[in-house]
């Protein structure tokens, strides 16, 4: 059965000490958005090392490729080396689906977003989230429909917040 | 399953993207999925679009939730509730 369980995600990445930056809209909802969300975004380090544990968490997952008409996802062999040819995936996990996404747009990465992440104890798992001006930021670049939709939101979230949007 | 993967993958260019990029897999050289491009129109867009502004990564996202039974829809957005009192509860801690 399908499920959304992104701190799942959180507890199996931070057990095999994946580094890694949650972003998109789970991010968004742990920094106050109202906006619905049915999946889990990462940007992890793409170093040789992490990927080694990517993989390693991703396979506890048990992760599989979402791909229209094929129920459940296609098996792959999720190691290493598959993950240092990927620019982004899209998975089906035991924790929902969970799309990996090595440089989001209108970033340069982990390396970028880890510079202001921002940490959340989620009953005692801690999530490293993306700051919310860093989604924002993704979101302009992306500027797709529902992008362009949700930024209004995110924008006044920020000035509730305090933080200077451009 | 493994080789039900690779059949597909062989016999198929198939395309996915995420909520912040685009990627694709590609059958070059008989491979299995180990040629996954970017792919980008260069301003950031994804590249996969459709007259409708979905990526196929969305519309199959869109299939999925379709093949769920009432119960199992269900079940989806209590998660999804479960998360939104979670992250209420959540406390910054950097």
């Known amino acids: ?166 | 399953m493994g080789s039900r993967s690779a059949i597909l993958e062989r016999r198929q260019g198939w395309r996915y993207r995420s909520d912040m990029g685009t990627a694709r897999l590609s059958e070059e050289h008989g491979r299995q999925a180990a040629d996954v491009r970017s792919s980008t129109d260069g301003l950031g867009r994804p590249s996969d679009v459709d007259a409708l502004g979905l990526t196929a990564n969305e519309r199959s996202q869109i299939a999925a939730r379709l093949r769920l039974s009432p119960s199992e829809r269900l079940r989806y957005l209590e998660d999804m509730i479960a998360f939104e009192a979670l992250a209420r509860r959540a406390r910054r801690v950097t």
């Open chain 1, 1 to 166: 059965m399908p499920r959304f369980q992104p701190r799942l995600v959180v507890d199996v990445l931070n057990r095999h000490g994946v580094r890694y930056v949650l972003i998109g809209g789970v991010a968004a909802t742990l920094h106050g958005s109202p906006l619905r969300t049915g999946d889990t975004d990462v940007c992890p380090d793409n170093r040789p090392d992490n990927l080694e544990k990517l993989a390693a968490a991703l396979r506890d997952l048990k992760a599989r490729i979402r791909t229209e008409g094929v129920e459940g996802g296609l098996p792959f062999a999720c190691d290493a080396g598959f993950l240092s040819r990927v620019g982004l995936v899209n998975l089906e996990t035991d924790a929902g689906d969970l799309d990996v996404s090595f440089v989001p747009t209108g970033t340069k990465g982990y390396d970028d977003l880890i510079v202001n992440v921002s940490r959340f104890d989620l009953d005692g798992t801690i999530a490293p989230t993306a700051a919310l001006l860093d989604i924002i930021r993704s979101k302009t670049a992306a500027n797709r429909q529902k992008d362009r939709e949700s930024l209004p939101v995110l924008k006044e979230l920020a000035r509730k917040l305090g933080l200077q949007t451009t």
